[in-house]
C-alpha cells in the first residue's frame, strides 16, 4: 500500500477554495495593472487632473460617501478645484465641478466626451437596452432620431391636452387621498407619458401595459443604488452564482430583471400593434415611428419598443422627485407660495384652472419652476460620460476611457441646516457667484433689474452636449402645468406646525361636457 502522497499536484480551482482566493488573485491584479498604468500615465503625458492620493487596489473609494458621492466630490472641489482625478477601486473617473469646464468638455469637445462608461450589471439587469447608458454609435444615433421625433421642440405642444389632462386627475386624486401625494405626482407622469408613448388612457382593460412598466421600474430603482453597483462590479463573481447559493441575492434579482425587460418592452408594442391592425389606434411616439419606416426593418422596429420603455424609467423617477422638491419649497417657504398663488388668481381668475396659454403671463410661477430645477436638482451627479479618445485640456492629460461626472448637484437639506455656510459644498447650481445665498429657496433672482425674466432657464439639471436629456422640453411644460394646477387649488402646509393654519381650499373638476366648474370649496388642515 502507498503512503498518500505529501503533495498533490493540482491547481486550486475557485470552486475548491472559495471566493476567497478569487478576491485575492483579483485584488493583486488590479494592485499591478493600475500601478503600472499610473507609471506610465504620469510619465508618458502632462499630468493628470490634481486628485486625492488613491490607496493601492482599493484607490480613493474609501473617502466617497458611496450613498451621496456628489458629496465627497464637493468636499474634493475645495482643495482641487474645478477638474479632479480620482480612482475608485479599478476605475478611474474624472469629476467636473464647474459650468465653464463642462461646456469646455461636453459641448465645445463633444466629439470625444459623448460616450458613457460601460458595465457588466447593464445586460445583468436588462438596462444594456437603455438609451442613457448606451455606447456613442449607431444603436444609440436610431434611440435618439426616435427620441427627437417625438419629443423636440416643435412637438411640445402636440402634448398639452393630455398633459392638461393628467394634472386634473392628479388635483382629484389630491382631494381624495392627499396623504399619498408621492403617488398622485407619479401617476401624472404615468398617465400623460402612456398617452404620449402609446396612446394608451390608463383605463382598466389597459392595464396589463402600466403594470409591465411599473414593474419593471420599481426592480430597476434598487438595482442602481450606488452601494449595489460598486459591489456587483468589484465582484462579478456576485452575478454567477446559482440561483439557489446561499445569498445570491444578486443573481436572483437579475433575473427578476431581465424578465421585467423583456416584458416591458414586447408588452405595450404588442398592445400598440395589435391596435394598429384593427385600426383603433391614436397618433403616439410607437405608431408614428412605426407608420412612417415600416414594420418590417427588425433593427428599427427594436430600438422603437426600446426607446418608448426606456421614455418610462427617464421621465418618472425624475419627474416626481422634482415635484416633490417643489412641494418641499412650498411647504418651507410659505410667502413664496401665496406669491405664486397671488399671481395666478389674478391672472387666471378664480373660475377656471390654468391651461398652457396663461403661461406667458405667470412670469413668477415660471421663476418658480426654474428655482425648483436650481435648489435641488435631482440628478445630481447627471449620467457620466466617457471619452472615446484620449485628451489633453488646461494640461492636464484626460485618458481614453475615462468615466467624466458632471457635478452639477448642491447639498442636501439636512447639510445645508448643519453647515449653513460652508462654501465647500457648492458646485453649478450652488456657485454663489451665479447664485447668491444659494440654500434659499428664491425665485426673484430670476428677475433682472426691469421686472423682466431673465435668460437663465436652468438647462443645468439636463446635462450637456450630445447626451443631453431628450425629455427636457416635455418634462418642462409637464412640470409647469402640474405646479399651476396645484398652486391654483391647494396649499401645502407643514402638518407638523403646532397651529396649523387652516387654508380655504378650491377644487375644480371637469363635467360631463369637459367644461370646468367650480365646486363649493372645503376647508382643509
Ligand atoms: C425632471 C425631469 C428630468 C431630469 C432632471 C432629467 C435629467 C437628465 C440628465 C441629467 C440626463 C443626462 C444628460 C447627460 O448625460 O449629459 C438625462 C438623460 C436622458 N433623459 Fe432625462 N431628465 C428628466 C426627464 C426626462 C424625460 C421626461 C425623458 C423622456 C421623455 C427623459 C429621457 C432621457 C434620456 C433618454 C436620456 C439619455 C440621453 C442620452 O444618453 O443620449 N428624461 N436626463
Not at 426593418?297 to 426607446?307: F, Q
Not at 412650498?330 to 388668481?345: F, G, R, Y
Not at 378664480?350 to 403661461?359: E, M
Request: overall charge neutral.
Amino acid at each position: 500500500m502507498h503512503p498518500p502522497p505529501l503533495y498533490t499536484w493540482s491547481y486550486p480551482t475557485m470552486l475548491d477554495n472559495g471566493p476567497g482566493l478569487y478576491l485575492a488573485v483579483s485584488a493583486l491584479m488590479i494592485a499591478v495593472l493600475s500601478y503600472s498604468r499610473k507609471y506610465w500615465l504620469n510619465h508618458s503625458h502632462p499630468p493628470l487632473p490634481p486628485g486625492p492620493t488613491p490607496l493601492p487596489v482599493l484607490g480613493n473609494v474609501l473617502s466617497l460617501d458611496s450613498a451621496r458621492p456628489w458629496l465627497t466630490f464637493n468636499a474634493w472641489r475645495s482643495t482641487y478645484g474645478d477638474i479632479i482625478y480620482a480612482r475608485l477601486l479599478n476605475k478611474p473617473v474624472v469629476v467636473v465641478n464647474s459650468e465653464e469646464v463642462a461646456k469646455d468638455l461636453f459641448e465645445r469637445r463633444s466629439s470625444i466626451y459623448s460616450d458613457r462608461p460601460q458595465s457588466i450589471v447593464y445586460e445583468a439587469f436588462a438596462s444594456d437596452f437603455n438609451t442613457g447608458f448606451m455606447p456613442y454609435g449607431n444603436r444609440w444615433r436610431l434611440h435618439r432620431r426616435i427620441f427627437h421625433q417625438a419629443f423636440h421642440q416643435a412637438a411640445t405642444p402636440a402634448h398639452q391636452a393630455v398633459q392638461l389632462r393628467s394634472a386634473r386627475k392628479m388635483l382629484s386624486s389630491f382631494l381624495q387621498d392627499p396623504d399619498n401625494y408621492p403617488d398622485h405626482f407619479q401617476m401624472f407622469t404615468l398617465t400623460f407619458m402612456l398617452s404620449i408613448i402609446y396612446d394608451c388612457e390608463g383605463k382598466a382593460e389597459d392595464d396589463h401595459v402600466a403594470h409591465a412598466i411599473t414593474k419593471y421600474g420599481e426592480l430597476i430603482v434598487d438595482v442602481f443604488a450606488p452601494t449595489a453597483m460598486t459591489l456587483m462590479e468589484t465582484f462579478p463573481f456576485l452575478l454567477k452564482l446559482p440561483t439557489w447559493f446561499p445569498g445570491a441575492t444578486f443573481k436572483q434579482a437579475s433575473l427578476k430583471c431581465i424578465q421585467a425587460g423583456h416584458d416591458v418592452k414586447e408588452i405595450p408594442f404588442q398592445y400598440v400593434k395589435e391596435r394598429m391592425s384593427a385600426n383603433d389606434m391614436g397618433p403616439c411616439l410607437v405608431a408614428d415611428a412605426l407608420n412612417k419606416t415600416g414594420q418590417e426593418d427588425v433593427v428599427y422596429t427594436t430600438a422603437v419598443k426600446e426607446a418608448a420603455s426606456v421614455a418610462f424609467t427617464a421621465a418618472t423617477e425624475t419627474s416626481t422627485a422634482t415635484l416633490l422638491v417643489f412641494l418641499l419649497a412650498m411647504v418651507l417657504n410659505p410667502e413664496i407660495q401665496a406669491k405664486a398663488q397671488a399671481e395666478i388668481d389674478r391672472v387666471v381668475g378664480k373660475d377656471r384652472l390654468p391651461n398652457f396659454n396663461d403661461r406667458p403671463a405667470l412670469p413668477y410661477l415660471e421663476a418658480v419652476l426654474r428655482e425648483t430645477l436650481r435648489w435641488h436638482p435631482v440628478v445630481p451627479m447627471g449620467i457620466p460620460h466617457a471619452t472615446t479618445t484620449s485628451d489633453i485640456y488646461n494640461g492636464y492629460f484626460i485618458p481614453k476611457g475615462v468615466a467624466v461626472f458632471p457635478n452639477a448637484w448642491k447639498v442636501p437639506a439636512t447639510l445645508i441646516l448643519i453647515y449653513p455656510n460652508n462654501e465647500t459644498f457648492r458646485a453649478m447650481t450652488h456657485d454663489t457667484t451665479k447664485y447668491p445665498s444659494p440654500n434659499e429657496f428664491k425665485p426673484e433672482r430670476f428677475f433682472q433689474a426691469d421686472g423682466s425674466l431673465n435668460n437663465d432657464n436652468m438647462h443645468l439639471g439636463f446635462g450637456w452636449g450630445r447626451r443631453i436629456c431628450v425629455g427636457r422640453y416635455v418634462v418642462d411644460a409637464s412640470l409647469w402645468i402640474a405646479m399651476a394646477n396645484f398652486l391654483a387649488s391647494f396649499s401645502a402646509h407643514n402638518a407638523l406646525d403646532e397651529h396649523p393654519s387652516r387654508s380655504e381650499v378650491h377644487h375644480w373638476f371637469h363635467n360631463s361636457s369637459g367644461d370646468i366648474s367650480l365646486s363649493h370649496s372645503p376647508a382643509i388642515p
